[in-house]
Nanobody
């Protein structure tokens, strides 16, 4: 059963921009915190950004602050990650995820998230 549908990844040159989308077609997670993670080859999955159910609160990993923006459209049931000024080090598979409802605040640990998208690859060429 597909719960989250990601799209938007691809090949981009350094300095370019990409916007990732993550659709919740069943409107199942509208009241849950959602986040973005990424996993580069040979590395562990790492937190990128998270947003509250309303989109009013956000948290970012330090290396993407000022370059990436997380947002959500509650009407379209879609989570976005706008990525600007991309660097080769941003190359990874990007995942959207839903935070477990037991956590009251925005969390960064992968273990705090219990629903994951299929991942979309982003490759940044130098």
């Amino acid at each position: 059963q597909v719960q989250l549908i990601e799209s938007g990844g691809g090949l981009v040159q350094a300095g370019g921009s990409v916007r990732l989308s993550c659709v919740d077609p069943g409107r199942t997670f509208s009241r849950r915190v959602m986040g973005w993670f990424r996993q580069a080859p040979g590395k562990e999955r790492e937190f990128i950004a998270a947003t509250s159910s309303s989109g009013g609160s956000t948290d970012y990993e330090e290396s993407v602050k000022g370059r990436f923006t997380i947002s959500r459209d509650t009407v379209k049931n879609t989570l976005y990650l706008q990525m600007n000024r991309l660097e080769p080090e941003d190359t990874a598979v990007y995942y959207c995820a839903v935070q477990s409802s037991v956590y009251p605040v925005l969390a960064r640990a992968t273990t705090a998230y219990d629903v994951w998208g299929q991942g979309t690859p982003v490759t940044v060429s130098s």
